[in-house]
């Protein structure tokens, strides 16, 4: 990744190395010992200014693809159709993700999002509200909507609960608010995710292992070339 660099520095070790002659003992191994201070510290500092060069352009390709397709496959375990998705971050007090769609619990299957998320409590646990509700109330279903914010976090959301295919009939108390608790804890729960991998793409170890697999090289400012 730094090969112009080492190789420059890597020269001026070698010469004292292959001249030792020239030098006290002493001396020698001061002198070495400073070329290899430097080498290592000059080394460091090309790679953090190559990984800051990555952060700033490295994603700029949809990163997040395959965390959208594994939401939409949960959303359908939870009875959810996804009509899009949105999101902002990771820096931002009003970055959040949300979705539009529609919720019909007659499709839900809790068993299969068990079997593909054995170990995720917080899914686990928006689909056991999400069934207590549909147990309670067999016609439910919920229109989600965003509302005009030009935020993207999940109280964006609208959800609108409808019993009985009747958008005018009243509701019991506290129904809507249970399903729409439920729903935009999903939504938390895809910002969650989308945080977590951008923040894994963003390590030093991965942006590393990027650029050393492109074998991009840099200058020792963190300019690329060639």
């Given at each position: 990744?730094?090969?112009?660099?080492?190789?420059?520095?890597?020269?001026?070790?070698?010469?004292?190395?292959?001249?030792?002659?020239?030098?006290?003992?002493?001396e020698?191994k001061?002198?070495r010992?400073?070329?290899?201070?430097i080498?290592?510290?000059?080394?460091?500092?090309?790679?953090?200014?190559a990984?800051a060069?990555?952060?700033?352009?490295?994603?700029?390709?949809?990163?997040?693809?395959?965390?959208y397709?594994?939401?939409?496959?949960?959303?359908?375990?939870l009875?959810?159709y996804?009509?899009?998705?949105?999101?902002?971050?990771?820096?931002?007090?009003?970055?959040?993700?949300?979705?539009s769609?529609?919720?019909?619990?007659?499709?839900m299957?809790?068993?299969?999002?068990?079997?593909?998320?054995?170990?995720?409590?917080?899914?686990?646990?928006?689909?056991?509200?999400?069934?207590?509700?549909?147990?309670?109330?067999?016609?439910?279903?919920?229109?989600?909507?965003?509302?005009?914010?030009?935020?993207?976090?999940?109280?964006?959301?609208?959800?609108d609960?409808?019993?009985?295919?009747?958008?005018?009939?009243d509701?019991?108390?506290?129904l809507?608010?249970?399903?729409?608790?439920?729903i935009?804890?999903?939504?938390?729960?895809?910002?969650?995710?989308?945080?977590?991998?951008?923040?894994?793409?963003?390590?030093?170890?991965c942006?590393?292992?990027?650029i050393?697999?492109?074998?991009?090289?840099?200058?020792?400012?963190g300019?690329?070339f060639?």
């Amino acid at each position: 990744m730094l090969t112009e660099l080492e190789k420059e520095l890597l020269e001026a070790l070698e010469e004292v190395a292959n001249n030792p002659v020239k030098l006290s003992r002493s001396e020698y191994k001061i002198s070495r010992w400073c070329l290899e201070t430097i080498v290592k510290e000059a080394i460091q500092k090309a790679k953090g200014k190559a990984r800051a060069w990555y952060k700033e352009t490295g994603l700029d390709y949809p990163w997040h693809e395959s965390d959208y397709e594994d939401f939409d496959t949960i959303a359908g375990f939870l009875g959810l159709y996804v009509k899009e998705k949105r999101f902002s971050g990771f820096w931002s007090q009003g970055d959040g993700a949300s979705f539009s769609g529609r919720w019909n619990p007659e499709t839900m299957d809790l068993t299969a999002l068990k079997e593909y998320a054995p170990k995720d409590e917080t899914l686990h646990k928006i689909g056991a509200e999400l069934l207590a509700v549909k147990t309670e109330f067999e016609s439910v279903r919920a229109n989600i909507s965003f509302s005009n914010s030009r935020y993207c976090h999940s109280n964006t959301m609208q959800v609108d609960v409808i019993l009985n295919d009747d958008i005018y009939q009243d509701l019991p108390e506290g129904l809507e608010r249970r399903v729409e608790r439920a729903i935009k804890s999903l939504a938390d729960w895809l910002y969650s995710v989308l945080e977590n991998t951008y923040e894994a793409l963003n390590s030093d170890e991965c942006i590393s292992e990027v650029i050393t697999a492109n074998e991009y090289t840099f200058t020792e400012s963190g300019k690329r070339f060639g």
